[in-house]
């Protein structure tokens, strides 16, 4: 402000604002008209000018941010905000982000016209655009990989929010820096049975988005199986960081978050892997979580869907379903329901599996953005060679799908391994992502055909191995296969017993039922307690809760009723009826000696199209 003493003279900038908006001696004001005359009213004691205008895409709607920068009358500079439309409209983030320096005269409107003079800001506004989703994003002038990236072009803008800040591109690796990523497909720092497929499920990844064109996305998850301290996630985190730099100490998720979080965050990793960490349930209410979470993982990208929500406003939102692929650890199969398990790919991880001298320079060079440099590489690759078209690349990608789909429909039927109707899609997806890997290397002239001969050869013989694996951890720890086992096991032992029926023997604590010669009427309160004791005490987690165990006892033929209840009331004497669960013997006993289930009479059930 420019005066002097004897005369005051306000110093009026017109430069700022349009009108009806100027600054006078450092502060906003509006110009009105009183009388004929026109004056300048003060709404503030600050100056707040618009910077930018943001627009955030997340792929299914966008959003306005303003990034509003202001100066109090006295010369002091306000800290730039980043302000939402909703809260521009009401303006109530002055005081709680500037403080006693965000005062408004109070004044009817006053709020609103200090959003409407910001609005009216003179001086140029960047508008600036930030996508919250990864992938491939097409653009006037072709696709484009969209990944967090401090090098790339501002108008290529990509955030991502909490732990999902550690994906990020930097720069290509160099050329010679693939013969590490050609290392791996021999028996590295893990066995074949492990790192093919997991390279086959990395690198399917930047093909979901035309796969989806095409109608074939996959719909599955990979699980790593293996006991606690055996780096199962240290190996999720090394694979991770094809796509950014991970640790075992920071993978994206957890079990330990909630499902609606989860669901966050997996539709903003498009195109991308992700993992869901630590499988391991401990006390009941931690068991049941996460049980519920593993089934809504598995629904999620098993059906590729979203979660419907409806906005204050009542009106329905975009769905928002899973975008890219996603691996889970845990210390055991997750003890879903068969339909549940039918959307998992699991791959069991031994304590001895992991070199660790070859492993730990592996983790260096994902430390030193080698891996993701390789993915860039990867992705550029994918661009030059095939989205001049992009149309006919889904069109090729239909093809592959279904001839191997259907490969893999003839493989498991010639050597009798049952499946599920989902596992030949499964494959068909592996065996995708693992030929275009071998035709990145082969492209880049790090192995030659008859690598890829050899290379694509082993691969189809470990799924189609692993597929039977996959069937044998299924079964060995299928919830009514446990229990049948731990029942004989209580029983065997003598810690627990069951009496006689009709005995009218006085019972004992440790007494789970009653039998005859062709039954067990187990109290299946006590018969499920004392179980979940045992597995708990051999360090194993027996996860399914009672009444979906009775279901699936049922399911399995196990129990005996003639009705469409699990329990039944019978006379245990004169004056005394109890609830019991009738388990045939001979079933059970039958079940405990069969290792494996039999092999499939005929074909693979017929794949749904």
Known sequence: ??????????????????????????????????KEQVIEVKLADFVPVLKAEITLDDGAEQRKLFR????????????????????????????????QYGAV???????????????????????????????????????????????CDTQMKVELQGKLDRYRFTVPCEIDDLIYLSAMLENSFAPQRIVLPMLALTFLCPLNHFLKIAGYEPKFVAVIIGKTGCRKSSLAALFCSFYGSFTASDLPMSFHDTANSILADIYYLKDVLTCIDDFHPSGMYKEQEMRE?????????????????????LEKENAKPPMGNAIVTSESTLGLCESGEARYFYLELDESDIVLNEFSEYQKIARQN???????????????????????????????????????????????????????????????????????????EQIGEQ???????????????????????????NPVNVFC???????????????????????????????????????????????????????????????DLLKQLRKEGLIESKTSKNTISIRENSTSVV??????????????????CPPADAAVETVEL
């Not at 003279?9 to 110009?31: A, F, Q, T």
């Open 370 to 444: 080698i891996l993701s440099g390789m993915m860039m590489r990867y992705v550029d690759w994918i661009k030059e060679k095939y989205l001049y078209d992009a149309i006919s690349f889904s069109d090729m990608l239909s093809e592959k799908f279904e001839s191997y789909r259907e490969m893999f429909i003839r493989k498991l039927s010639e050597r009798g391994i049952k499946v599920h109707t989902r596992t030949p899609d499964m494959l068909a997806h592996l065996k995708i992502g693992f030929e275009f890997l071998l035709q990145f290397l082969f492209d880049s």
């Open 68 to 99: 509003v920068a202001g100066t109090y009358k006295d010369g002091t500079v306000l800290p730039e905000q980043i302000v939402s439309a909703d809260e521009m409209q009401s303006m109530k983030w002055l005081l709680q982000r500037w403080g």
């Open 485 to 547: 086992e731990k029942i004989k096991s209580l029983l065997d032992s003598g810690r627990c017993y069951t009496e006689p029926r009709g005995s009218g023997a006085q019972r004992q604590k440790n007494c789970i039922g009653l039998h005859d010669d062709s039954s067990y009427y187990l109290f299946m309160d006590t018969a499920h307690s004392e179980v979940r004791k045992l597995c708990a005490e051999q360090g194993e987690h027996f996860t399914i809760k009672k009444n």
């Open 579 to 596: 609830n019991v669960t009738v388990i045939d013997r001979s079933k059970l006993n039958d079940r405990l000696c069969a290792a494996v």
């Open 451 to 477: 690598d890829i001969r050899k290379y694509a050869e082993t691969f189809d013989e470990l799924l189609l191995q692993n597929t039977a694996a996959n069937s044998e951890i299924i079964i060995r720890e």
């Open 105 to 151: 005269i109070p004044r009817q409107n006053v709020l609103g016209k200090i959003s409407h003079a910001i609005l009216l800001t003179r001086q140029e506004v960047r508008n600036e655009t930030v996508f919250l989703q990864t992938g491939w994003h097409e653009f006037p002038d072709g696709y484009v990989f969209l990944m967090p990236n401090e090098n």
């Open 1 to 34: 402000m420019i005066e002097t003493m004897e005369n005051p003279i306000p110093v009026i900038d017109e430069s700022v604002y349009h009108e009806p908006y100027v600054i006078k001696d450092g502060c906003l004001c509006e110009r009105i008209k009183v």
């Open 293 to 313: 979470i593993a089934q809504c993982i598995s629904r999620y990208y098993g059906d590729r869907s979203g979660r419907g929500r409806m906005n204050s406003r």
